[in-house]
């Protein structure tokens, strides 16, 4: 007698599927990296139809969430090995990171955000006084502190 399906095998597969493997990790696998003054992250959401995806930001915390729907139709499935269902990944920004500005698009199966730095934390140049303008600048203190 033949064996359609292999226990053993399906609940490798399931497990896999929960907990992911180094290869293939159960969440919505990403990149992330910094050009110039803002960031870039991409997720990897192949065959996501763009409606199903949803891209919120709770004070410093971005979510993502992405469906990839069961199949209702009345065929019989003779592999499935693409995870369906909902997926979320959050992500935690640092303070220096401007999440009112964040930009996104979902092209060829990539989610990528971009999102810039916040102006109080680019860098900036700071004006050093010296010799008699820096005299001129504590003599005028003083004089503000003696008349208030």
């Not at 597969?13 to 180094?22: E, K, V």
């Not at 199949?71 to 003779?78: A, D, K, L, Q, V």
């Not at 401007?98 to 680019?122: C, F, M, N, W």
């Given at each position: 007698m033949l064996m359609r399906t292999d226990p053993f095998r399906d609940l490798d597969r399931l497990t896999r599927q929960l907990l992911g493997t180094a290869s293939q990790p159960a969440v919505m696998p990403m990149d992330a990296w910094q050009e110039g003054e803002r960031f870039v992250v991409e997720f990897d959401l192949p065959g996501i139809n763009p409606d199903s995806l949803d891209?919120?930001?709770?004070?410093?915390?971005?979510?993502?969430?992405?469906?990839?729907?069961?199949?209702?139709?009345?065929?019989?499935?003779?592999?499935?090995?693409?995870p369906r269902g909902v997926f979320s990944r959050q992500l935690f920004l640092g303070e220096n990171l401007d999440t009112e500005h964040v930009?996104?698009?979902?092209?060829?199966?990539?989610?990528?955000?971009?999102?810039?730095?916040?102006?109080?934390?680019?860098?900036?140049?700071?004006?050093?006084?010296?010799?008699?303008?820096?005299?001129e600048v504590g003599h005028k203190q003083e004089s503000k502190q003696i008349d208030t």
């Amino acid at each position: 007698m033949l064996m359609r399906t292999d226990p053993f095998r399906d609940l490798d597969r399931l497990t896999r599927q929960l907990l992911g493997t180094a290869s293939q990790p159960a969440v919505m696998p990403m990149d992330a990296w910094q050009e110039g003054e803002r960031f870039v992250v991409e997720f990897d959401l192949p065959g996501i139809n763009p409606d199903s995806l949803d891209l919120d930001v709770d004070r410093n915390v971005l979510t993502v969430h992405a469906e990839r729907p069961v199949r209702e139709g009345g065929e019989e499935m003779i592999a499935a090995e693409r995870p369906r269902g909902v997926f979320s990944r959050q992500l935690f920004l640092g303070e220096n990171l401007d999440t009112e500005h964040v930009d996104a698009s979902y092209d060829a199966g990539v989610l990528r955000l971009t999102i810039p730095l916040a102006e109080q934390a680019k860098p900036r140049k700071i004006e050093i006084s010296s010799g008699e303008s820096a005299k001129e600048v504590g003599h005028k203190q003083e004089s503000k502190q003696i008349d208030t």
